[in-house]
């Protein structure tokens, strides 16, 4: 388990790879309307949200040690709406700091989620060399599509 654990640097290296391979997809598909999340069963959050988006929307994907435990109060503190402004950024400048000393979960995998479902193209796109064929299933009765695990991003990155 610690071997798939990336600090947030890697996981930067790991977003801009994913990214990257996505392009690739993006122009063999030019029709293609979606985003790239991180994703596991216990949730999802957006590729490129920052360390305390990712801990509001996919906790799991962040090791529990004494960084998120810092980070969480302060997270639910940002969502005061009644707070003042300069305590709010001063909350969110804590918040971003102790976020890149976050470990992140490389076990978590990359993928894609469609904003206009095109059934022909999710079917190709399950048999492409492009995606990760054995995490993606290969069944018309899903629409997953894997790109790969995040700790595969940042070691080496998908640029075939």
């Known amino acids: 388990m610690l071997e798939s654990m990336l600090n947030y640097e890697q996981l930067q290296k790991a977003a801009n790879a994913a990214?990257?391979?996505?392009?690739?997809?993006?122009?063999?598909?030019?029709?293609?309307?979606?985003?790239?999340?991180?994703?596991?069963?216990?949730?999802?959050?957006?590729?490129?949200?920052?360390?305390?988006?990712?801990?509001?929307?996919f906790p799991a994907m962040i090791f529990d040690d004494a960084n998120k435990t810092r980070a969480l109060p302060l997270l639910e503190r940002s969502k005061i709406d009644s707070l003042p402004a300069s305590e709010k950024m001063r909350v969110n400048e804590e918040l971003a700091k102790i976020g890149q000393l976050c470990k992140f979960d490389g076990q978590s995998?990359?993928?894609?989620?469609?904003s206009e479902l095109n059934y022909k193209l999710i079917w190709q796109l399950q048999t492409d060399e492009l995606v990760d064929r054995q995490l993606t299933p290969q069944t018309k009765a899903s629409i997953r599509i894997v790109l790969g695990k995040v700790e595969h991003f940042a070691n080496a990155g998908k640029t075939q």
């Open 19 to 57: 990214n990257q391979h996505f392009k690739l997809i993006r122009q063999k598909y030019p029709a293609i309307k979606a985003y790239l999340v991180y994703s596991s069963t216990a949730g999802q959050a957006m590729l490129d949200g920052s360390p305390a988006q990712i801990l509001d929307e």
């Open 109 to 114: 995998q990359v993928e894609l989620r469609f």
